[in-house]
C-alpha cells in the first residue's frame, strides 16, 4: 500500500510508493555534461560578462582580471531589472508592477568542470562567504523583500551555463512557495511556541531512518514529505530564521556537508544534474519571520514528471524517503574521498 | 521593463521577461524519447492491459477483444490502489493516511495515433464524454475527493515511450493542492464581488483582445495574464458553470473542437511540443464534509494546457515562482497567425 502524506509546514499532500519503490537504477536521468565552448566564466574570459559586482581576488588584481577565486556579476539577461520603481498598478482586474529587482550571478569556481563536490572545504566556504555578503549588501535595499538564492546544475535541471553557478534574485515580494512556508511555521509557533522545523529536526534525530548525515551544526535528511525522489533537505540545529545570521564556526560544518551530501548523490546518480534553493526568511520586515529556521533544499533531478504536478500541486515520489536515505548512508566511504 | 504579473485567483507572482523574450520560434524542442516499445493500446494487444473498465464497443462484442473505439483500463503501474482504507494517522508531527484511489488510462484510440489533436472531432466528443462518464462513477465511491483528469504528451512532458494518444485519471480521498487554491481564491472573490472571477476574467479578455487564441461556440482559449509558462493556454466555456460533468452533449462538441484547434495550433506552430493539460472543474459536493454553498456560482471549470518548451523545472516547483520568457501576448498572437 502506497502512503499519503502532509507535509506539516505547508499542508501539502504527496503520495509515497513504499509498496514497489523505485530503486536508483530505475531512473533515466539525462545526465549532466560538459560540452565546452567558449565560456564566460571562466578565468581568463572576464570581460566577456558584465562588471563584476563583488569577487574574491589575490591581492593587488584588478576587478575584471584574472587572480579571482569567487566571481559575481549581473545576470547578462536578467529576469528583472535593478533600476527603475515598482510602479504597483492594475491592469482591469489584474494587478502588476514593473519588473524591479536584482539578478546576480556567483561563479564559485574559475575552473570550468568542477562541481561543488570537487573543490576544497576551504573553496566551498569561501563561496558560501560570498552568498552573504552578497545577501547582506542587496538587504539594503528597501524595495526587496526577498532574496532567492538557488542553483541549476545541468541542462535538465535548467542550467543554460555549465560552468558551476549560483543565482540570486532580489524580489520585491515574497515567493509563493516560500510565503506558505512562513505562514505554515508562523502559524505552528503560534499556537505551540515552538518552531516547527526544530521539532523536525529533534524527530528526524529519534527516528534516525530518514538522517543521511549529520555533524556538530548540521542535520542533512530525507525529509518525511519528500516531492521528489532523493530530495534532501540540510538544517542548521541552531534556531535561526536567516542564513546571514550563522555564526562563524557554522560555515565549516556547512561546506562540509554539502560537499558530503553530492558525493553520496553523485556516488549513486553519476553526473546527477541537480537543483538546490536557500530558503531563508524574508528581508525588510514584509512577512513574520517568527518561528522560521533557514534551510536549503536540495533536489536532484531524476523524474520528468512535470505537468501533472504543476497543474495539481500534487506529487508523486517513487522512492520513499526513508529507502533513499538508506541509499544515501550506505555510499562506501572511499566515494567521499 | 520586465513585468512582474499576478495572477488574480491563487495570487502567485509570475515574472514575465521581456527584455530577454525569445521569439516564439526560438523554443526548440527538449529531449528526445528513446525508442518505442511495442504498444499494448493498440487494438489486437487487449490481452497486454489489465481487463478493461470501461469501452466503447458495438453491441454483443466481447471484454478485452478487438472491435473498440475509446478503451479505459486500470493504470499498469498506479500509484494509488483501490482497494482498502484510508487509516489517517499521525507519526509525531507528521501525517499520513493510506494511499487509496484510482488511476485509470483513457485509451483514445484504437489506432497508434500520437497527438489528440489529430482524432476526429467526433473522437475527441466521445473522449470528453468518458471522462464524463469515469468522474461521475468515480464519484459514487465516497471515499474520493476529487478526479483529476490529465494528459502527458511527449517525453519531455512525462509520457512514456509509447507514442498512443491517452489521458489519464486520478480519483483521490483529498483535494490537490493546486485545485484548493484556485477554489478558495475564486470564492473570496465571490465573497466580495458576487460574480465569478472566471466570468470577469473571460469578460475583459475578450475585451482586450490581446491574449485570445480563439472564441468560438460559447468557448474561448486564452494565454492567462500571468502565465507561467511559454504558450500557456487555458480553455473556458464562456457560459458560467463549475461542473465539468454538467456539459450537454452538444458543448461536448464544441469542446472537442476548440481543444483540437488549439492543440493542432501548438503542434503546427511550434512543431508538436510536448505539453501537459489539466482539467480543473469542482470537487464531488459531499454534504458532510461541508462545502461552502456559493461553489456552483463561484467556480468555473476549465482546461489548462502547458507545454513544456521551458526546462526550468526543479526551482519553479520549489519556489512557486516562475519566469516566463514570453509574454502572453506574442504567444496569443503567435497562436492566432498560426492557420489549422
Request: with cysteine; aromatic share 10%; net charge negative.
Amino acid at each position: 500500500m502506497s502512503e499519503l502524506r502532509r507535509d506539516p509546514i505547508g499542508g501539502r499532500w504527496v503520495i509515497v510508493d513504499t509498496d514497489h519503490p523505485n530503486k536508483p537504477e530505475d531512473y533515466e536521468y539525462e545526465p549532466q555534461a560538459y560540452k565546452g565552448g567558449n565560456c564566460p566564466f571562466c578565468y581568463g574570459n572576464e570581460t566577456q560578462t558584465p562588471p563584476e559586482i563583488e569577487a574574491i581576488r589575490e591581492p593587488g588584481t584588478a576587478p575584471n582580471t584574472p587572480g579571482w577565486q569567487v566571481r559575481v556579476v549581473p545576470n547578462k539577461f536578467p529576469a528583472l531589472q535593478i533600476e527603475g520603481d515598482l510602479d504597483r498598478h492594475g491592469v482591469g482586474m489584474y494587478d502588476m508592477t514593473n519588473g524591479v529587482g536584482a539578478h546576480e550571478v556567483c561563479v564559485e569556481t574559475p575552473y570550468h568542470e568542477k562541481d561543488i563536490c570537487d573543490l576544497t572545504q576551504g573553496e566551498i566556504e569561501n563561496f558560501i562567504g560570498m552568498y552573504c555578503r552578497r545577501i547582506n549588501d542587496l538587504i539594503k535595499d528597501k524595495r526587496f523583500k526577498y532574496v532567492m538564492l538557488f542553483k541549476n546544475f545541468g541542462a535538465s535541471a535548467g542550467a543554460s551555463m555549465e560552468h558551476p553557478h549560483t543565482q540570486l534574485i532580489a524580489l520585491p515580494m515574497v515567493p509563493k512557495n516560500v510565503a506558505e512556508e512562513i505562514k505554515g511555521a508562523h502559524e505552528y509557533f503560534e499556537y505551540r511556541e515552538r518552531c516547527i522545523f526544530c521539532d523536525i529536526i529533534r524527530q528526524e534525530t529519534q527516528e534516525k531512518e530518514r538522517i543521511v548525515v549529520e555533524n556538530k551544526y548540521f542535520l542533512a535528511f530525507c525529509p518525511f514529505v519528500s516531492r521528489f525522489p532523493f530530495e534532501l533537505w540540510i538544517m542548521p540545529k541552531k534556531h535561526n530564521g536567516k542564513f546571514c545570521h550563522m555564526s562563524p564556526e557554522e560555515v565549516p560544518a556547512l561546506a562540509s556537508i554539502l560537499k558530503e551530501i553530492i558525493l553520496r548523490l553523485k556516488s549513486i546518480f553519476p553526473h546527477l544534474p541537480y537543483n538546490f534553493i536557500l530558503h531563508s526568511a524574508p528581508i525588510n520586515g514584509d512577512a513574520s519571520g517568527d518561528g522560521y529556521h533557514w534551510h536549503i533544499e536540495f533536489m536532484p533531478k531524476l523524474t520528468r514528471v512535470a505537468g501533472f504536478e504543476w497543474g495539481s500541486g500534487f506529487y508523486v515520489v517513487a522512492t520513499p524517503p526513508e529507502l533513499a536515505a538508506k541509499y544515501l548512508r550506505e555510499v562506501p566511504q572511499d566515494a567521499l574521498k | 521593463m520586465p513585468e512582474l504579473r499576478k495572477d488574480p485567483i491563487i495570487g502567485r507572482w509570475v515574472i514575465i521577461a521581456t527584455e530577454r523574450a525569445k521569439r516564439p520560434d526560438q523554443f526548440a524542442g527538449t529531449q528526445d524519447a528513446p525508442s518505442e516499445k511495442a504498444c499494448p493500446f493498440c487494438e489486437g494487444h487487449e490481452d497486454q492491459t489489465p481487463p478493461e473498465i470501461y469501452a466503447l464497443r458495438p453491441k454483443g462484442s466481447t471484454k478485452n477483444s478487438p472491435g473498440w473505439d475509446l478503451r479505459v483500463v486500470p493504470s499498469i503501474a498506479p500509484f494509488l490502489m483501490i482497494e482498502g482504507e484510508q487509516d489517517r494517522r499521525g507519526k509525531g508531527l507528521y501525517d499520513l493516511m493510506n494511499g487509496i484511489g484510482a488511476h485509470e488510462i483513457i485509451i483514445e484510440t484504437d489506432e497508434h495515433v500520437d497527438n489528440i489533436s489529430d482524432l476526429s472531432e467526433e473522437q475527441i466528443t466521445k473522449v470528453i464524454s468518458c471522462y464524463i462518464d469515469r468522474i461521475n462513477d468515480l464519484e459514487k465511491d465516497k471515499r474520493f475527493k476529487y478526479v483529476l483528469v490529465f494528459k502527458n504528451h511527449g517525453w519531455a512532458a512525462g509520457a512514456g515511450r509509447l507514442k498512443h494518444t491517452r489521458s489519464q485519471l486520478i480519483a483521490i480521498p483529498i483535494n490537490p493542492k493546486r485545485v484548493k487554491e484556485e477554489l478558495v481564491g475564486a470564492r473570496n472573490y465571490y465573497d466580495y464581488h458576487e460574480r465569478c472571477i472566471f466570468c470577469d476574467m473571460i469578460k475583459q479578455e475578450l475585451d482586450t483582445k490581446s491574449r485570445v487564441i480563439l472564441d468560438i461556440d460559447g468557448f474561448v482559449a486564452v494565454a492567462p495574464f500571468a502565465s507561467r509558462f511559454p504558450f500557456e493556454t487555458w480553455i473556458l466555456p464562456k457560459k458560467h458553470s463549475s461542473d465539468f460533468t454538467k456539459m450537454d452533449p452538444n458543448s461536448r462538441a464544441m469542446l472537442a473542437k476548440i481543444l483540437k484547434m488549439t492543440l493542432a495550433k501548438l503542434k503546427k506552430g511550434l512543431n508538436d511540443p510536448p505539453y501537459n493539460f489539466v482539467i480543473h472543474t469542482t470537487p464531488f459536493k459531499r454534504q458532510k464534509l461541508g462545502y461552502w454553498k456559493s461553489i456552483d456560482n463561484d467556480y468555473h471549470w476549465h482546461i489548462e494546457i502547458m507545454p513544456r518548451l521551458t526546462r526550468v523545472a526543479g526551482f519553479e516547483w520549489g519556489t512557486g515562482f516562475y519566469i516566463c520568457p514570453l509574454p502572453p501576448e506574442n504567444a496569443a498572437e503567435f497562436l492566432r497567425g498560426v492557420q489549422v
